[in-house]
């Protein structure tokens, strides 16, 4: 059980921590695609 | 000055005037309005033309001033053979495998049976998997129903649930889901590598993993053939899930990370290539925890506690058990010799 | 009733980009995001071809079929549009889409790409017909007020037709008939199983 309680808690930890890491390099079109010319 | 010499010059010229109008006036009328007549000209001639392009390179693509290059292409009719794969052939292939692993189970079930310890418990145990080889089990496991339920959703869930639970509760459901898969995939291709590593050395097909499979594996007839820590049908599933694990998270890392390494024919070829590996995965290992479960007494707790019944272990892994109890009373000795004797 | 299409006529269409500067600004389009775009193909050489590409608004659309939460409809004027409120940002349109018509807010990983965004032929969405929330969402609706896209309304050479299909094709047949060539509808096998005769 307690295997099983420590495996549940570890993936979903390492989730989030992927979680995060994809939103960071994941960008908005409008960042992504600016160029030199571009005032956001 | 003689006034008719001027008169004559002037005569002259008018006439010249005259003369050369008439001609321009001939020659305007001659040409009969040209300028509204479909001309020789025809740029088409030169130019490319949709179905050659499509013929030639089966997608048609260019040239645009914005940065993102994937609006260069103007047309793939791959698209078109993508979405009959995607709502045809994988449900077929879906459908088909675990459907049909469903039934082979169930009708294994009505007329096998669970597989019983024929000996009866012996009330000893052996320690078979050790904390940290379970732990990554179940993240493994936990891991992979949360992807396949989320998964199947996307292949299934439109014509399955959206009559039950409507539109809107399903969106939502399934934006959940998305996200749920997205970040699970993670934890489970760490779960595979680990698993991968860890047993790899016992996972080695050999000359038994044949015997056995020819006597029967214990699943046809009533026979134990040996097998040591894992048997051919465990080294079936460790494959299909090192390899079959593998082949879903390197596509599904292509899909998590749109176009970062194709264009969309790679898109398309991943998201094929995810979804038949993944849907015959599901059916592999509802084999594996029918096995694990229901199918055989004392199998669970191989996973479940880590530990095994003697008689279990002697008709399903003899050698394995040999091999533990020698390697028990090794350490046996030794440790009798290396404590001083009082 | 009418069946609305586009149709670009690629031996006029001098990329001026007027229609996409149009779509731009009447939608309020963020950046990144390209309901319509101009794709020149053999720049530079002889035979050089301009096209105006935006949603085709297909018979039997692709994006809708192979949608997984169902948030296209197609309009009694054969207009596909879809539900930012349903749509799960997942890509597939995308993969499906011919013509590359679906657009994304994020770069992102298979479901947070946002909400999907395309021409909706300006046409608007599910909400009210001309409500701020529609607005919003999907930009202007001009078809509720009786107008035809703004992209064909402001092209410079009038190569752009938007509008129903019999209509638009008697247009273009007849321009080809007058001027003696024409490299065809571009896009209509695909997107309506129909090629225009000339």
Redesign the interface.
Known sequence: MKAFLIAVVTAIVIAIAWAGVLNKVQEPVSEAFATQGVRL | MEWSWVMASVGKLLRLTLGAWAVVLLVALALPAQAQQPSSVNPTASSVKEQQLLQELNRIQGRVTIPDQRSSVLEQPAGRDWRNFRDVTLRWIGGIAILGMLAALIIFYLTRGMVKIEGGRSGRSIVRFNGFERTVHWMTATCFIVLALSGLNITFGRPLLIPLIGLEAFSEWSQWAKYAHNYLSFPFSIGVIVIFLMWIGGNIPNKLDVDWIRRGGGLVGGDHPPAYRFNAGQKFMYWVVVLGGGAVAASGYLLMFPFYASGIEGMQIASVVHSVVAVLFVAAMIAHIYIGTIGMEGAFEAMGSGTVDVNWAKEHHSLWLEQQKAREAEGNARSAAAAPAE | MARMKFLCD??RCIEC?ACVTACKNEHEV?????RR???????GK??????S?ACMHCTDA?CA???????FYTTADAVVLHSK????????C???????AP????????????KMDKCTFCAGGPEADGSKAEYEKYGANRLAEGKLPLCAEMCSTKSLLAGDGEIIAQIYKERVT???????A??W??AYRESIDT
Request: net charge positive; with cysteine.
């Open positions: 690629a031996d980009n963020p950046w990144g995001i390209n775009r101009v794709v020149t193909i053999n720049d002889p035979g050089e071809r301009s096209i590409m692709p079929a192979v949608c997984p939460v169902n948030c409120d349903l749509c799960i940002g997942c890509g597939y995308f993969y499906a889409c011919p013509f590359g657009q994304y807010p994020k770069v992102g990983n298979f479901g947070s790409r946002g007058k001027r003696g060539y024409g490299s065809g571009w896009g096998k695909t």
